[in-house]
């Protein structure tokens, strides 16, 4: 099955509030190319340079999202033209994009990553952590926070992948109707991969991020 199938078989069997992120980080231009003539436009990476790289050659209509992990010293070579940032871990970082949208005249729009995976290798606030930074954020008038994101741990206990991801709707709830109540931005859940995406649409996801369902395995 080619990637265009592949997409076009994911958007028919995903619900209409569900976007899909197409993770293309290590893929070729060319892989990006054939999935955009099928219709994306989300595309999800994780190095800046690679980013940098593919955004100036494809298109520009293409909406950019960071989905890995993001060092503060890398902010100010995305932050001109990155449509969302996925991986928000810390206050420092936060701040540091404010920074950096300041400077580029536009407000970037980001989402908290929540550590619920019982991996230790994963990143993000725990849910306690999350709900204190909020509750004392400074004024950021140059980032908009526009939901939460959380992977599961990468198993076949389904039961486990349903627990994990039950924590973040419960979270995403409590932050809507209380810090970011009347916040028109805040509507995104982002979680599910090609491995998990179907338990966390029936989770409540509204933003999956598939890469190897779409392009195969990643070449290093």
Known sequence: MSIAQRIHELQASIPGNVTLVAVSKFHPVEALEEAYQAGQRAFGES??????AKAKVLPKDIEWHFIGPLQSNKVKEIAPF???????????????????AEKNGRIIRVLL??????????????VEECKSLVNALPVLPHVSICGIMGMASLTTDEQQIHGEFKQLPELYTFLRSSCFKG???F?????????DYPIAIQEGSTMIRVGT????????
Request: aromatic share 6%; no cysteine.
């Open 213 to 220: 369902y779409i392009f195969g395995e990643r070449e290093y």
């Open 183 to 185: 916040n028109k931005d």
């Open 187 to 195: 509507t995104i859940l982002s979680m599910g991969m090609s491995h």
């Open 47 to 52: 190095r800046a340079q690679e980013l940098m």
């Open 82 to 100: 990155i449509h969302l940032i996925h991986s928000v871990d810390s206050l420092k970082l936060l701040q540091e994009i404010e920074k950096q």
């Open 113 to 126: 990553e929540i550590h619920v995976a019982k991996e230790e290798t994963k990143h993000g606030f725990s």
